[in-house]
């Protein structure tokens, strides 16, 4: 028996209130899922896009700032 007929069939055994509450946290663990790997994705993506910056010469300096904002 494969996990998801596991799950199926204990899901069966549940009262409908207990059911729709399951459905709830699958729910929620998919969203979480999705955002870790947005997270992952996102850090990633940036430290590619800043890679080898850091071997760059430095432009600019506070002195060639006009505005300052607090």
Request: hydrophobic residues 45%.
């Amino acid at each position: 028996m494969t996990l998801d007929e596991m799950i199926y069939r204990y899901a069966q055994k549940l009262p409908y209130a207990l059911q729709k509450e399951a459905l709830d946290f699958v729910q929620y663990l998919l969203v979480k899922v999705e955002t870790q790997d947005n997270l992952d994705w996102s850090v990633f993506s940036l430290s590619s896009a800043m890679r080898d910056m850091e071997d760059e010469p430095i432009l600019y300096s506070m002195a060639d700032v006009k505005v300052k904002f607090a």
